[in-house]
């Protein structure tokens, strides 16, 4: 388990990537609570723990890596919040147009009236990513230029297959941007992670921090995991509380508030 610290206790959740799809799935069929709905509160805790890693530094450059997949919608509702702060935003999509969900796809819709710069990512990847670089613009003359935070929503807990092409290109992209010194938040999972095993299905992101949604996953527990993961904030994305208690596979005594540093 990783290491935590104390400010109030109650349960935290450890959920099967299987669960943790259920749950959406029973939130709307049951509880008519869309898909959209727990996405916009999960991208309001992404760009909170972006903004914190940033120590909220007003001219804040933020680099948002989307999938295809619902794990790119929470990264591109973490791009509108983060521009709405004030930081810097950019955004780099990476995979194919046709395999988006529409949730994903409404909110980059919205990101573009928005008018946010986006960047598909293409082969060579190296540039895109410079092209999506470029995007974020150089602070006000006589003012500091702000840490650049990379926001990883490549893939979450539904990743199956080895991480292969343009996509392991980006995972390997932001580790690089890493150890020149940017700060990733990894939503759910870092990319890359298995998560039932916690494996790097071929190559994977080291996270600065990790935001999960609702309780932490079963991967996460594994030994060789915790490196990847950075430090772990379980975000309350306003699931009902007995839909997680039928569905999870255990419970154990944490921290708690609106969001959980493990």
């Known amino acids: 388990m990783p290491t935590r610290d104390a400010i109030r206790t109650t349960e935290l959740f450890i959920l099967s990537p299987d669960a943790s799809r259920e749950i959406d799935r029973r939130c709307a069929t049951k509880y008519g609570l869309s898909t959209l709905v727990l996405m916009e509160n999960a991208s309001v805790c992404v760009a909170e723990a972006a903004m914190e890693l940033a120590n909220g530094h007003e001219n804040a450059r933020v680099l948002i890596v989307a999938g295809s997949g619902n794990n790119g919608g929470d990264a591109l509702g973490a791009a509108r919040h983060l521009s709405n702060f004030g930081a810097a935003v950019s955004i780099l999509m990476v995979g194919s147009a046709s395999k988006r969900t529409p949730d994903t796809t409404a909110q980059l819709k919205t990101c573009r009236r928005m008018k946010l710069p986006v960047v598909s990512a293409g082969t060579p990847l190296a540039r895109s990513l410079e092209r999506a670089l470029r995007q974020l613009p ?121 969001r959980r540093g493990i």
């Open 138 to 258: 150089l602070p006000a003359k006589g003012r500091r230029r702000g840490p650049l935070i990379v926001v990883d929503g490549l893939f979450g807990t539904g990743l199956s297959r080895t991480v292969e092409g343009v996509a392991a290109d980006a995972v390997r992209a932001m580790n690089a941007l890493r150890e020149s010194g940017a700060r990733i938040v990894s939503i759910d999972l870092p990319s890359g992670m298995n998560g039932e095993s916690g494996e790097a299905m071929g190559v994977a992101v080291r996270a600065d921090v990790t935001v999960t949604f609702v309780g932490l996953k079963t991967g996460m527990l594994a030994p060789g995991a915790i490196d990847g993961l950075g430090r772990v904030v379980v975000a309350d994305i306003g699931v009902p509380r007995q839909l997680v208690e039928s569905l999870a596979a255990s419970a154990h005594r944490a921290t708690t508030g609106r």
